[in-house]
Nanobody
Framework: QVQLVESGGSLVQAGGSLRLSCAVS????????MGWFRQAPGKEREFVAG????????YYGDSVKGRFLISRDNAKNLVALQMNSLKPEDTAVYYC?????????????????WGQGTQVTVSS
Protein backbone atom coordinates (compact mmCIF):
# COMPACT_ATOMS: atom_id res chain seq x y z
CA GLN A 1 0.00 0.00 0.00
CA VAL A 2 1.38 3.36 -1.04
CA GLN A 3 1.45 6.04 1.63
CA LEU A 4 2.65 9.61 1.53
CA VAL A 5 2.70 11.22 4.96
CA GLU A 6 3.33 14.93 5.29
CA SER A 7 4.56 16.56 8.47
CA GLY A 8 5.91 19.89 9.64
CA GLY A 9 2.89 22.09 9.19
CA SER A 10 2.30 24.66 11.89
CA LEU A 11 1.25 28.18 12.79
CA VAL A 12 4.01 30.68 12.04
CA GLN A 13 4.33 34.44 11.87
CA ALA A 14 4.79 36.25 8.59
CA GLY A 15 8.45 36.32 7.62
CA GLY A 16 9.13 33.04 9.35
CA SER A 17 10.19 29.66 7.99
CA LEU A 18 8.90 26.12 8.02
CA ARG A 19 10.19 22.85 6.67
CA LEU A 20 7.68 20.29 5.46
CA SER A 21 8.59 16.65 5.06
CA CYS A 22 6.95 13.86 3.10
CA ALA A 23 7.73 10.30 4.07
CA VAL A 24 6.85 7.79 1.36
CA SER A 25 6.27 4.07 1.73
CA UNK A 26 5.03 1.42 -0.66
CA UNK A 27 6.98 2.76 -3.62
CA UNK A 28 10.53 3.76 -4.43
CA UNK A 29 10.55 7.46 -5.14
CA UNK A 30 13.56 7.37 -7.44
CA UNK A 31 11.11 6.07 -10.06
CA UNK A 32 8.77 9.00 -9.48
CA UNK A 33 8.71 12.71 -9.95
CA MET A 34 7.56 14.39 -6.78
CA GLY A 35 5.56 17.51 -6.15
CA TRP A 36 4.09 19.76 -3.51
CA PHE A 37 0.72 21.36 -3.93
CA ARG A 38 -1.43 23.50 -1.67
CA GLN A 39 -5.08 24.29 -1.29
CA ALA A 40 -6.56 27.23 0.56
CA PRO A 41 -10.25 27.31 1.59
CA GLY A 42 -12.48 28.01 -1.37
CA LYS A 43 -9.63 27.77 -3.86
CA GLU A 44 -8.38 25.17 -6.28
CA ARG A 45 -5.39 23.03 -5.52
CA GLU A 46 -2.28 24.90 -6.64
CA PHE A 47 1.15 23.72 -7.76
CA VAL A 48 3.91 24.80 -5.38
CA ALA A 49 7.04 22.88 -6.36
CA GLY A 50 8.16 19.80 -8.25
CA UNK A 51 11.35 17.84 -8.66
CA UNK A 52 12.49 15.36 -11.30
CA UNK A 53 13.75 11.87 -10.52
CA UNK A 54 17.40 12.68 -9.78
CA UNK A 55 16.68 15.98 -8.06
CA UNK A 56 18.62 17.94 -10.65
CA UNK A 57 15.66 19.76 -12.15
CA UNK A 58 13.25 21.66 -9.95
CA TYR A 59 10.18 23.72 -10.71
CA TYR A 60 8.27 26.29 -8.70
CA GLY A 61 5.01 28.14 -8.79
CA ASP A 62 5.38 31.83 -9.52
CA SER A 63 4.14 32.85 -6.08
CA VAL A 64 6.84 30.90 -4.24
CA LYS A 65 9.89 31.31 -6.48
CA GLY A 66 12.89 32.50 -4.55
CA ARG A 67 11.29 31.67 -1.20
CA PHE A 68 10.65 27.91 -1.29
CA LEU A 69 13.06 25.08 -2.02
CA ILE A 70 12.12 21.50 -2.82
CA SER A 71 14.52 18.64 -2.19
CA ARG A 72 14.49 14.87 -2.28
CA ASP A 73 16.46 12.09 -0.65
CA ASN A 74 15.94 8.99 -2.75
CA ALA A 75 17.91 6.83 -0.34
CA LYS A 76 15.53 7.70 2.47
CA ASN A 77 12.38 7.94 0.34
CA LEU A 78 11.81 11.48 1.57
CA VAL A 79 10.82 14.74 -0.02
CA ALA A 80 11.06 18.10 1.71
CA LEU A 81 9.86 21.63 1.16
CA GLN A 82 11.78 24.44 2.82
CA MET A 83 9.59 27.51 3.06
CA ASN A 84 11.14 30.87 3.86
CA SER A 85 9.82 34.43 4.08
CA LEU A 86 6.34 33.10 4.61
CA LYS A 87 3.36 35.31 3.88
CA PRO A 88 -0.25 35.13 5.07
CA GLU A 89 -1.24 34.16 1.53
CA ASP A 90 0.83 30.99 1.91
CA THR A 91 -1.77 29.72 4.37
CA ALA A 92 -3.16 26.44 3.04
CA VAL A 93 -3.14 22.69 3.39
CA TYR A 94 0.02 21.42 1.75
CA TYR A 95 0.04 18.10 -0.07
CA CYS A 96 2.85 15.86 -1.23
CA UNK A 97 2.28 13.93 -4.47
CA UNK A 98 4.02 11.41 -6.69
CA UNK A 99 3.81 10.70 -10.40
CA UNK A 100 5.30 7.97 -12.56
CA UNK A 101 4.27 9.85 -15.69
CA UNK A 102 6.12 12.14 -18.06
CA UNK A 103 3.54 14.86 -18.45
CA UNK A 104 3.34 18.40 -17.19
CA UNK A 105 4.83 18.36 -13.71
CA UNK A 106 2.75 21.35 -12.57
CA UNK A 107 -0.59 19.72 -13.31
CA UNK A 108 -2.70 18.23 -10.51
CA UNK A 109 -4.02 15.58 -12.88
CA UNK A 110 -0.49 14.33 -13.59
CA UNK A 111 -0.10 12.85 -10.12
CA UNK A 112 -1.13 9.35 -9.11
CA UNK A 113 -0.52 9.34 -5.36
CA TRP A 114 -1.32 11.96 -2.75
CA GLY A 115 -0.79 12.46 0.94
CA GLN A 116 -3.44 13.61 3.39
CA GLY A 117 -1.95 17.06 3.75
CA THR A 118 -0.51 19.21 6.52
CA GLN A 119 -1.87 22.61 7.58
CA VAL A 120 0.32 25.68 7.28
CA THR A 121 -1.03 28.88 8.78
CA VAL A 122 0.84 32.16 8.49
CA SER A 123 -0.31 34.98 10.73
CA SER A 124 0.21 38.63 9.87
Amino acid sequence: QVQLVESGGSLVQAGGSLRLSCAVSGLTINNYRMGWFRQAPGKEREFVAGVEWSGRYKYYGDSVKGRFLISRDNAKNLVALQMNSLKPEDTAVYYCAATSGYGYIKSVSEYHYWGQGTQVTVSS
